[in-house]
């Protein structure tokens, strides 16, 4: 109900709208998953430590544990080790990534009015969310078996993640791997509609660039922004999933574990540790995704050119 409002209101006429494809026709479907996914892989292999980090921050309960020093531990206990736990996100980084970005171009044509052949402000946003909640499903398994690889508690449980997957799927049951759907979609809807939403401002407030180092910095700017700002948006959910997903940690006297719902965890985590609970992870997370957010623009951008 709430999109078709939204898409009733984007397809409106409104002082806020720009042209779907300002720069060209916008990429085939096949193209776009392409790019995304190349951007995908190499945002991931350049942010992967401050994913762990982040990771590991979220899953402390209690006083928050500063970044330098869980990162500083890593590296020297560690060394090479603190990428365990990356095959999970490498098997479903370019789908994922080639879905955000090949699944919002898709978006952007259903809430385009049709009339005009503009895209509103509110319609790219609802394009993010909707290209957010389309990526939650492929993401959810993987980034169950991610979290619980990093978690150094689980460390000697699983060999790998693989048999990760395995031991999940035969202890917990099958529909164990899609536990915290529910904080994914919360997770991956509002850091898309964050990060396409302001990308499309950006994009039309900033003057277009002269040349091709201006281009690449215009976009690495839009996509950092935009990736900060969709970080500041779902942390606490990302916080809430985190906990969900790995309830081994945090299981209550009837042992049923403490988080199972998105909004209870929240409410739960504001109140025994502070709005700032909500937050925890956060300087690596933004730290990631501010950055990667201007990586995976960037390269995009650079292999639609080629490709296109």
């Known amino acids: 109900v709430i999109l078709i409002l939204i898409m009733s209101a984007a397809t409106s006429s409104s002082p806020s709208t720009t042209k779907v494809a300002p720069s060209g026709t916008p990429l085939p479907f096949h193209k776009s998953l392409f790019a995304g996914g190349v951007a995908g892989i190499t945002e991931l292999f350049i942010m992967y430590p401050l994913d762990v980090v982040k990771t ?9 544990v500063s970044m330098l020093a869980l990162l500083s531990s890593m590296i020297r206990n560690e060394g090479f080790g603190m990428y365990r736990g990356i095959a999970a996100p490498i098997f479903v980084e370019a789908p994922k990534r080639a879905l955000k ?3 919002n171009e898709r978006y952007k044509k259903i809430f385009t009015n049709k009339k005009t052949g ?4 509110l319609g790219a946003v609802a394009a993010g969310v909707s290209a957010g909640l389309t990526e939650a499903f492929v993401v959810v398994s993987p980034e169950l078996i991610k979290i619980r690889m990093q ?5 000697g449980l699983y060999k790998s993640s693989w048999d990760c997957a ?11 791997l899609f536990m915290g759907l529910e904080a994914t979609l919360w997770r991956h809807g509002l850091w898309n509609g964050g990060y396409f939403g302001i990308i499309h401002v950006i994009r039309q407030t900033l003057p277009e660039a002269k040349t091709e180092k201006g281009k690449t910095f215009r976009s690495f700017v839009a996509g950092a922004l935009a990736g900060a700002f969709g970080t500041i948006l779902n942390t606490p959910f990302d916080v809430a999933k985190t906990r969900i997903q790995n309830p081994g940690r945090y299981m209550l006297a009837n042992g049923l574990p403490k988080y199972r719902w998105t909004l209870p965890a ?3 985590i504001a109140k025994e ?3 700032a609970g909500l937050y925890k992870g956060f300087l690596p997370k933004v730290l990631r995704l501010g950055p990667g957010g201007g990586i995976l623009l960037v390269v995009f951008d650079l292999v639609a050119k080629l490709i296109a």
């Open 101 to 103: 970005f090949a699944t």
């Open 273 to 275: 540790e502070g709005f």
């Open 166 to 176: 395995v031991k999940v799927f035969r202890n917990e049951g099958p529909m164990s």
């Open 151 to 155: 978690d150094p508690a689980n460390t």
């Open 118 to 121: 503009e895209l509103s402000r």
């Open 56 to 64: 590991r921050g979220q899953l402390h309960v209690g006083k928050g």
């Open 266 to 268: 929240v409410a739960t």
